[in-house]
C-alpha cells in the first residue's frame, strides 16, 4: 500500500535534528548495500548536501514532492518524488527512521528506486555503487587476506579526506547469506566504516576501527564492542568521546579482529587521491562512454583471441613520472557498465567485465585513427590488467607503468555480450587520451575506362546472350544472372541476390542514366564481383561458405574500406543474419553500396574538405537511388 505521508503521520518531518547515521534502518528490502552507502553519506555534510538539497520541508512551501540529485556515469541528475512510501501494518515497509517521524532517508531510498526502475532492483549489490552515484568518486577494493601493511593508515587518510568506506563478509554458500556469527556479525551483509582510533590500553596503543549495521541493531560482541570490559581499561575522557552503549547498529572493534573477521573493505575516493600519500593531490581524469555491441565491439577477453581486438580501444599517453626519483606514472583505470538495474526487468544483470592495458607498438606512436587488429594481440602480451574479470557494476585497479603510450581494452569475460559502459581514467600528472577508432576512408581503384573492342569475345558473347536483342542489362535480368552464378560455387551459402541488391549495383555503374548497364558497364561489375568474390573467400577463415561478422571487418579493410565502429556496427545491424553471419550475396550488396556512397561524396566534396552540402531535393535524389 502506497501511503502519503500527511495521512501516514500527523507531523512528518523531512530532517530532525540533521542526518545521523541513525536515521537509516533496514526494511524488509535487501538493499543494505544501498543502505551502508547513505550512513556514510551522513558523515559529509557537503556531499550529503549535493544529494539531498537543502531547504525541503513538510511544512514551509511543502508541495507534495521532494527531489534529489544522484551522479550517473558523468553527470547529476535530479530525481523528482512525490511523498508517497509503501507502508504495511501502519508501518513503512522499507527503510525507516530511529526518529519515527523522520523521512528523509525513506524519501531517498524511493528516488533511488525510482532511477533504477523500482523497488526490487535495489535487492543485493555493492557499496560501491552507492558510494559512486553519491559523489562520482571511484571506488578501490581491498580483498582483507591481501591487504597492503599500512592499511590501517590508508584508513585514516579516506577518514580525514571525507571517502566513503564500506566492509562486508564473504558467504561460503547460498545458506550463509545474512547468517549471524557467534559474535553477531553477518555474512553476505554491508556495513559502513564510519571511523578508525589508536587508544592507549595497558601501555600499548591500540587500533579501533567503528563499524554500522544498517540494520540499526545485531552487532559484534567481542572485543571493545559497546559491553565490552576494555573500554574501563582507557581514560575517561577518551571513553566518554568514543563509548556510546546502544543498541543501534554502531560498534567498534579492533583493527586486528576487524582484519580477521571482514573479508573486503571498499574505499570511494572522491578525487582518486593516492591514499599513499599525505599530501593532497587533486587527479586529473576523463571519462569516455562506450558500448559493446554483438557482431561489431563485443569481442570478449584475451581467451578468444578471434574476437578480442574487435573491442572498443582507448589511447593513453604517460607523459611525466609521479616524481624525479621514480620511472612509474600512477594513474586509475575504472570500468562501470551502465544502467544493469533497469535491464533487471528484462531479465538480465550485471555482465562479467574487466579490461587489459598493451604498450602502443613502436609503428604506431603518435598516430590516430588506427584500431589496432588481431595480428596485434596475438604477438603481444598485456602490459597490465585488471585484477579480474567479475560481474559488479565497476571493475577498477590502480597501475604505475612507465612513460609512454598505452591501449586499454575494456571487454565482457565472454563475446557477443551487450551492454553500455564507462571508462574513466585518472592520472596524477597530466596525460593526453583519446579512444581509438579507425577513421573513415576509402582506397579503391579506378574503375577502368574501356572501349567494347578491349573485351574479350568470349565475354561479348557472353553478354549478347544473356542480355537479348535490347544489348542491355536491367535489374530483373542481372538478378537472374547473378544468381545462376552463385548457385554453381556450392562453397557459398546464400538465398541468392535480391532485387534490391541488383538495383544499387545498377545505380553504382549505370553511366547513361537509364537504369540499365551496357557491355562495357556489365564488364566493369563482373570484374568488382570477381574481386569481391576472391576477398570473401579469403576472410571465410572457416572455409564455412558464410563470412562471421568479426571476420568481415577485416574483409572490408582489405577491400579498401576503414569504417569506424559505429558505422560497422550499423552494417551488421543491416547485412548480417540473426546467427551474426554475412553471407556472399549481402557481402557484395554492402561493398556496393560503400563504395557508391564513398563516390558520390567524393563528387560532390569539390574542395577536398570532407564537408559537403545539398538541398533537400538533392538529398531525396541520392538516398532514393544509392
Known amino acids: 500500500l502506497l501511503c502519503a505521508l500527511q495521512e501516514f503521520c500527523t507531523d512528518p518531518h523531512f530532517i530532525v535534528d540533521g542526518a545521523t547515521r541513525t536515521d537509516i534502518c533496514q526494511g524488509a528490502l535487501g ?86 526502475g523500482c523497488y526490487e532492483a535495489l535487492s543485493g549489490g555493492c557499496t560501491s555503487e552507492g558510494f559512486e552515484d553519491f559523489t562520482g568518486g571511484v571506488t578501490e577494493m581491498y580483498e582483507l587476506k591481501k ?7 590508508i584508513i585514516q587518510r579516506a577518514v580525514e579526506r571525507g571517502s566513503l568506506m564500506g566492509c562486508s563478509i564473504d558467504i561460503t554458500g547460498f545458506f550463509d547469506m545474512e547468517a549471524v556469527t557467534f559474535k553477531k556479525l553477518v555474512k553476505g551483509h554491508a556495513y559502513s566504516v564510519t571511523g578508525v582510533e589508536e587508544v ?56 586486528n579482529d576487524f582484519m580477521k573477521e571482514f573479508s573486503r573493505l571498499e574505499i570511494c575516493n572522491l578525487t582518486a587521491d593516492a591514499l599513499q600519500s599525505r599530501a593532497l593531490k587533486k587527479w586529473n581524469s576523463a571519462l569516455y562512454p562506450g558500448e559493446w555491441r554483438r557482431g561489431s565491439t563485443a569481442g570478449g577477453c584475451r581467451n578468444y583471441p578471434a574476437t578480442f581486438w574487435i573491442n572498443p580501444q582507448y589511447k593513453i599517453i ?84 612507465p612513460a609512454g603510450e598505452y591501449i586499454i581494452v575494456p571487454s565482457t569475460f565472454e563475446p557477443h555480450k551487450e551492454g553500455d559502459f564507462v571508462l574513466r581514467v585518472f592520472s596524477e600528472k597530466a596525460t593526453d587520451s583519446e579512444e581509438l577508432d579507425d577513421e573513415v576512408s576509402a582506397d579503391l581503384p579506378e574503375d577502368p575506362i574501356l572501349q567494347e573492342s578491349e573485351i574479350d569475345e568470349g565475354f561479348k558473347a557472353l553478354f549478347i546472350k544473356l542480355a537479348g536483342k535490347e544489348m542491355e542489362i536491367d535489374i530483373p535480368k542481372l538478378q537472374v544472372i547473378l544468381n545462376r552464378v552463385v548457385s554453381k560455387h556450392k562453397d557459398l551459402k546464400t538465398t541468392g541476390f535480391e532485387k534490391e541488391s541488383c538495383r544499387s549495383m545498377i545505380s553504382l555503374l549505370d553511366t547513361t542514366g537509364k537504369g540499365r548497364l551496357g557491355l562495357t558497364d556489365f564488364h566493369v561489375l563482373w570484374e568488382k564481383i570477381k574481386r569481391y568474390l576472391a576477398v570473401f573467400r579469403e576472410f571465410d577463415l572457416d572455409k564455412s561458405g558464410t563470412m562471421n561478422s568479426y571476420e568481415m571487418r577485416l574483409a572490408l579493410e582489405s577491400a579498401g574500406f576503414k569504417l569506424s565502429n559505429h ?13 551474426m553471419d554475412v553471407d556472399f550475396d549481402s557481402f557484395v550488396t554492402c561493398l556496393i553500396r560503400l563504395e557508391s556512397m564513398f563516390k558520390t561524396f567524393t563528387a560532390m566534396d569539390t574542395d577536398a574538405d570532407g564537408v559537403v552540402s545539398f538541398n533537400f531535393s538533392q538529398w531525396i535524389s541520392l538516398t532514393m537511388f544509392t
Not at 88 to 108: I, P, T, Y
Not at 226 to 234: H, P, R, T, V
Not at 567 to 579: E, T, V
Request: aromatic share 14%; glycine share 6%; net charge negative.
Open 318 to 401: 604517460l607523459k611525466d613520472p609521479d616524481t624525479e626519483d621514480q620511472d612509474g606514472c600512477s594513474f586509475l583505470v575504472a570500468l562501470m557498465q551502465k544502467n544493469r538495474r533497469l535491464l533487471r526487468q528484462e531479465g538480465k544483470d550485471m555482465e562479467t567485465i574487466g579490461y587489459a592495458i598493451y604498450e602502443v607498438p613502436k609503428e604506431f606512436l603518435g598516430s590516430t585513427g588506427v584500431h589496432l587488429k588481431r595480428d596485434f594481440f596475438l604477438k603481444h602480451t598485456s602490459s597490465a590488467r585488471s585484477e579480474l574479470f567479475i560481474n559488479l557494476r565497476e571493475v577498477s585497479s590502480r597501475f604505475s607503468l
Open 147 to 153: 591487504a597492503p601493511a599500512n592499511l590501517f593508515s
Open 31 to 116: 538493499d543494505c548495500w544501498l543502505l551502508a552507502a547513505i550512513a556514510c553519506l551522513t558523515l559529509n555534510e557537503p556531499l550529503l548536501r549535493r544529494v539531498v538539497p537543502h531547504g525541503q520541508s513538510f511544512h514551509e512551501q511543502y508541495a507534495g514532492i521532494f527531489h534529489f540529485q544522484f551522479w550517473q556515469f558523468g553527470e547529476w541528475v535530479d530525481v523528482v518524488i512525490d511523498d508517497r512510501l509503501p507502508v504495511r501494518d501502519g508501518k513503512l515497509l522499507f527503510v525507516h527512521s530511529a526518529e519515527g517521524a523522520e523521512f528523509w532517508s525513506a524519501l531517498v531510498e524511493k528516488a533511488y528506486a525510482k532511477l533504477n
Open 567 to 579: 558505422i560497422f556496427q550499423l552494417i551488421i545491424l543491416r547485412y548480417a543474419k540473426p546467427d
Open 200 to 255: 592507549e590500553f595497558k601501555g600499548n596503543l591500540i587500533k579501533l576501527i567503528r563499524i554500522r549495521n544498517p540494520w540499526g541493531e545485531v552487532e559484534w560482541t567481542g572485543a571493545w564492542s559497546d559491553n565490552s570490559k576494555e573500554w574501563k581499561g582507557i581514560d575517561p575522557s577518551v571513553r566518554a568521546r568514543m563509548h556510546n552503549c546502544q543498541e543501534d547498529g554502531e560498534f567498534w572493534m579492533s583493527f
